[in-house]
């Protein structure tokens, strides 16, 4: 069945720095890939998304490249700031576009 | 809009109790679904709806009814509570389903089953 594998965290970065949480799926088809982020205490909210092959999706400085070669949309920012902390979700909806299945979620800390 | 909104936001409940999470949205969505979210676990699909009257199952769907009489609401209801059942409950919504749909989701609910 489809799903969805993110790094664990919890990732600790100092301001400024590099950010990559790497995501990798399972699919039969053609899904659609996610990247939801979850503040403290609040719901998830989009991030971005990219719904083809070699699409890229941006916001806020975040970036993820849907690799079907890999299987892959990993998220990156060039220069990450305290306000980033956060948990991140990587999620995909497949040929049941009913059904979203998410990561485990990574942990972002930044530190000033 | 207040987009999508959860009651209550916490709760305390006894095993064999029972009780109905609520979740409201706004926006007019057809789809509306709900998730349990557990440490290193991510979210997990319970059960949606693509619209008033219909419903249908997710991942883990057992110990949990739902129903939709209503575009707007859709509760979740828990019959017998159990200790596995601790977790926080998000309800997401979206205008249709489709690869290009964005889900919202509502501040959740956190659940303790002594």
């Known amino acids: 069945g489809d799903s969805v594998t993110q790094m664990e965290g919890p990732v600790t970065l100092s301001e400024e720095a590099f950010l990559t949480i790497n995501c990798t799926y399972t699919?039969?088809?053609?899904?659609?890939l996610f990247w939801y982020v979850q503040y403290p205490g609040e719901g998830l909210q989009l991030l971005l998304k990219a719904t083809k092959a070699d699409d890229k999706g941006s916001n806020k400085g975040f970036e993820a490249t849907y690799r079907k070669e890999t299987t892959s949309f990993h998220l990156e920012k060039g220069s990450v700031q305290v306000s980033d902390s956060a948990v991140y979700f990587c999620a995909l909806s497949g040929d049941n576009f009913n059904k979203f299945y998410f990561g485990s979620g990574t942990k972002l800390n930044v530190k000033p | 809009n207040a987009g999508v909104t959860q009651t209550p936001k916490f709760q305390v409940l006894k095993t064999g109790q029972s009780m109905t999470l609520q979740c409201a949205q706004d926006m007019n969505h057809e789809y509306m679904s709900w998730y349990r979210q557990d440490p290193g676990m991510g979210l997990r699909l319970i059960h949606y709806?693509?619209?008033?009257?219909?419903?249908d199952q997710g991942e883990v769907p057992n110990g949990y009814n739902v129903s939709r009489s209503t575009t707007e609401d859709f509760p979740l209801r828990l019959l017998s509570a159990a200790p596995s059942q601790t977790s926080v409950y998000f309800c997401a919504s979206s205008y249709s389903t489709g690869p290009q749909e964005t889900q919202y989701f509502g501040p959740g609910t956190r659940l303790l089953v002594l």
């Open positions: 699919a039969t088809g053609y899904p659609s």
């Open positions: 709806s693509v619209g008033a009257g219909i419903t």
